[in-house]
């Protein structure tokens, strides 16, 4: 016997289906964001199954918003590195910063 609810996977397919026109009328550049938006929801597919909510769209918006906190995670993480490493290039190099702090100024 098969089953009598879908799954998880198959009503996230049914939303990305319904949200098809709207993705379709997205200008060419936006369409590929609307895409990984979908692609972020299906990494976190098991875990919203388990969850059985009654609107699987809540399930698939936290799920990106999981995706979109781990690549800001990211970004912070390789921006503090560029800052440190320019920090060292310039004690490295002994350049003075070009910005002039308040209370030296005039000294």
Same mark, same amino acid.
């Given at each position: 016997? @098969?089953?009598?609810?879908?799954?998880?996977?198959? *009503?996230?397919?049914?939303?990305?289906?319904?949200? *098809?026109?709207?993705?379709?009328?997205?200008?060419?550049? +936006?369409?590929?964001?609307? +895409?990984?938006?979908?692609?972020?929801?299906?990494?976190? *597919? $098991?875990?919203? @199954?388990?969850? !059985? #909510?009654? !609107?699987?769209?809540?399930?698939?918006?936290?799920?990106? $918003?999981?995706?979109?906190?781990?690549?800001? +995670?990211? #970004?912070?993480?390789?921006?503090?590195?560029?800052?440190?490493?320019?920090?060292?290039? @310039?004690? +490295? #190099? @002994?350049?003075?910063?070009?910005?002039? !702090?308040? $209370?030296?100024?005039?000294?």
């Amino acid at each position: 016997m @098969g089953r009598t609810n879908p799954t998880y996977r198959d *009503a996230l397919r049914a939303i990305e289906e319904r949200w *098809a026109e709207f993705r379709r009328a997205l200008r060419r550049r +936006d369409q590929p964001r609307f +895409d990984r938006l979908f692609e972020y929801a299906r990494e976190h *597919a $098991d875990a919203s @199954g388990l969850l !059985n #909510h009654q !609107n699987p769209l809540l399930p698939a918006l936290l799920s990106i $918003d999981l995706e979109q906190e781990a690549r800001l +995670d990211d #970004h912070e993480e390789r921006l503090e590195e560029l800052e440190a490493a320019v920090a060292a290039s @310039g004690d +490295d #190099h @002994g350049r003075q910063s070009r910005y002039v !702090n308040p $209370d030296q100024e005039g000294q």
